[in-house]
């Protein structure tokens, strides 16, 4: 039960929509968009200093990054800590990262837990740097032109 809760607080009213129908639910429910930048200052310091081992315990045990649209999807082992500890990223990233959206879900018969990260455009790059995805999931090259 309060796992289903945390899925449906964490993955948003608008994750998954297409940029107009995200602007157009934005309109009508008066939101404004915040500016595409971490407030690290949205932490007490204990938070930070809680946030900044959770993550790099996080980010360790990684088992795969699938590349999104808009963002990234990481697999984690699904056990009940773990579950635990992903909620508990979420909640801190989401003070400093109000522009991410997160996305939470464990697949049927003891399968993968899934962190969806995904944000406005330039999300990806932001990701990359901040999360060190550099090495497992390369910016594509650009297209170069034809002569």
Same mark, same amino acid.
């Given at each position: 039960?309060?796992?289903? &809760? ?51 315990? %996080? ?27 992903? &909620? ?6 989401? %003070? ?20 969806? %990260? ?30």
């Amino acid at each position: 039960m309060v796992m289903g &809760a945390l899925v449906l607080i964490f993955a948003g009213s608008i994750h998954g929509k297409t940029k107009k129908e995200k602007k157009d639910y934005m309109e009508t429910k008066n939101i404004t968009e915040s500016p595409f930048r971490c407030n690290i200052s949205a932490f007490t310091s204990a938070q930070r200093e809680h946030y900044q081992t959770l993550s790099q315990e %996080l980010l360790k045990t990684i088992q795969e990054v699938r590349e999104q649209p808009d963002g990234f999807s990481l697999r984690l082992a699904a056990d009940s800590s773990m579950v635990m500890k992903a &909620a508990e990223f979420i909640t801190l990233e989401r %003070l400093c990262c109000p522009f991410l959206a997160f996305q939470l879900s464990l697949e049927a018969e003891k399968g993968p837990l899934w962190i969806t %990260l995904s944000g406005p455009e330039g999300v990806k790059d932001f990701l990359r740097a901040e999360l060190g995805f550099d090495a497992v999931v390369p910016k594509p090259e650009p297209e170069q032109k034809k002569q």
